[in-house]
């Protein structure tokens, strides 16, 4: 069992994993907690060209949010699927996220987004916003564009359109 910023996570179930011809094989892992029940499967080569072939899955609760940063407080869920192929010096990293009636809030900020759900999709370095809707203000917002990692930065495009939604503003 683990406790991350007030996060419960264990491992559900034994792990289960081999090490044959230099390869490491993950035959089972589970990890369940607040919100949260993930599985992931797969192999990745130890010498050579290192290959990786992993396979991840379930649902992760937003809780896990505030490990980030204590600022943010998360509820709801994320479905997720996620590959990780490609080699160690050279990972290629594909899947989606669903969100599901989640919520997200910033103390920073004077309001948060609520009944939020959608699809987010992530390539490589990339995620791509399929669909994505949430109230805040007391109206709707959509939010639709992508995030791209390049190097140490991360660069945006993003567009959020809002129908009767009210700002604050100090």
Same mark, same amino acid.
């Given at each position: !069992?683990?406790?991350?910023?007030?996060?419960?996570?264990?491992?559900?179930?034994? #792990?289960?994993?081999?090490?044959?011809?230099? $390869?490491?094989?993950?035959? &089972? *892992?589970?990890?369940?907690?607040?919100? @949260? !029940?993930? &599985?992931?499967?797969? &192999?990745?080569? *130890?010498?050579?060209?290192?290959?990786?072939?992993?396979?991840?899955?379930?649902? /992760?609760? *937003?809780?896990? /949010?505030? @490990?980030?940063? &204590?600022?943010?407080?998360?509820?709801? %869920?994320?479905?997720?699927?996620?590959? *990780?192929?490609?080699?160690?010096?050279?990972?290629?990293? =594909?899947?989606?996220?669903?969100?599901?009636?989640?919520?997200?809030?910033?103390?920073?900020?004077?309001?948060?987004?609520?009944?939020?759900?959608?699809?987010? $999709?992530?390539?490589?370095?990339?995620?791509?916003?399929? $669909?994505?809707?949430?109230?805040?203000?007391?109206?709707? #917002?959509?939010?639709?564009?992508?995030?791209?990692?390049?190097? %140490?930065?991360?660069?945006?495009?993003? @567009?959020?359109?809002?129908?009767? #939604? =009210?700002?604050?503003?100090?």
């Amino acid at each position: !069992d683990a406790e991350i910023q007030r996060v419960q996570l264990r491992n559900e179930g034994p #792990v289960q994993f081999a090490v044959s011809g230099e $390869t490491l094989r993950i035959d &089972s *892992l589970r990890v369940v907690g607040d919100n @949260t !029940d993930f &599985s992931a499967t797969g &192999s990745i080569q *130890l010498s050579g060209e290192r290959k990786l072939d992993l396979h991840g899955t379930g649902e /992760i609760g *937003l809780q896990i /949010i505030q @490990t980030y940063d &204590s600022d943010f407080t998360g509820s709801g %869920k994320i479905e997720a699927e996620a590959n *990780l192929t490609g080699t160690l010096s050279s990972p290629l990293v =594909r899947g989606k996220l669903r969100i599901e009636d989640a919520s997200l809030a910033d103390v920073n900020l004077p309001s948060a987004l609520s009944a939020l759900n959608g699809t987010l $999709t992530f390539s490589q370095n990339q995620v791509t916003i399929e $669909t994505l809707t949430a109230q805040t203000g007391g109206g709707n #917002v959509s939010f639709s564009g992508h995030a791209e990692l390049v190097g %140490k930065q991360i660069n945006f495009n993003l @567009t959020a359109k809002g129908e009767s #939604v =009210r700002l604050r503003y100090p």
